[in-house]
């Protein structure tokens, strides 16, 4: 397997695409923050003192996700077209569950597409993390014990790879 990042002499080199045609391009990413239900229903009552959590998390993706190129050495600069960024909360199912253990959640679906000659995957990678980052951030004055997990590629399309999505 050739490296496409790497000289033959091993050294970095960021790939040219211009050659390249523009094609549509496509990824979706999710992830998820646990944290105590009281932490959930504080955000979803609004009762977090630095302000609307998800629609903050949600702005901080989409300037994330169009910013990856200055943050991911050798990522281009792509002609992203839409960005959308997507919170589902999930409640525990018992009332039983100790007020310590982060139960509860905020699942995170963030959505890139382009039309460009490389694939949005990091961008949306990026959108995801960066969501959930500001999530934590907002809310770590009430529970510092959240915990960021499972940002993974759920699909992707476009490019000479063709589709992906995961089983």
Do not use: W
Request: glycine share 6%; with cysteine; net charge positive.
């Amino acid at each position: 397997m050739r490296l496409t990042h790497l000289t033959k002499k091993g050294a970095v080199k960021m790939v040219n695409v211009g050659f390249k045609k523009p094609t549509r391009r496509r990824a979706v990413v999710k992830g998820r923050v646990l944290m105590k239900p009281t932490t959930l229903r504080a955000i979803t009552s609004d009762r977090i003192k630095k302000g609307n959590v998800l629609e903050t998390a949600k702005i901080a993706g989409i300037m994330a996700a169009k910013e990856t190129y200055k943050l991911i050495p050798l990522c281009h600069p792509l002609n992203v077209t839409n960005v959308k960024v997507v919170f589902k909360t999930v409640q525990p199912k018992t009332i039983k569950t100790l007020k310590s253990l982060p139960s509860a959640e905020i699942q995170i679906a963030t959505t890139v597409e382009a039309i460009d000659r490389t694939g949005v995957e990091m961008e949306a990678l990026v959108g995801t993390t960066i969501a959930a980052l500001t999530i934590y951030d907002m809310c770590k004055a009430i529970d510092r014990g959240m915990v960021i997990s499972d940002i993974k590629l759920m699909e992707k399309s476009g490019g000479r790879s063709g589709h992906y999505k995961r089983k």
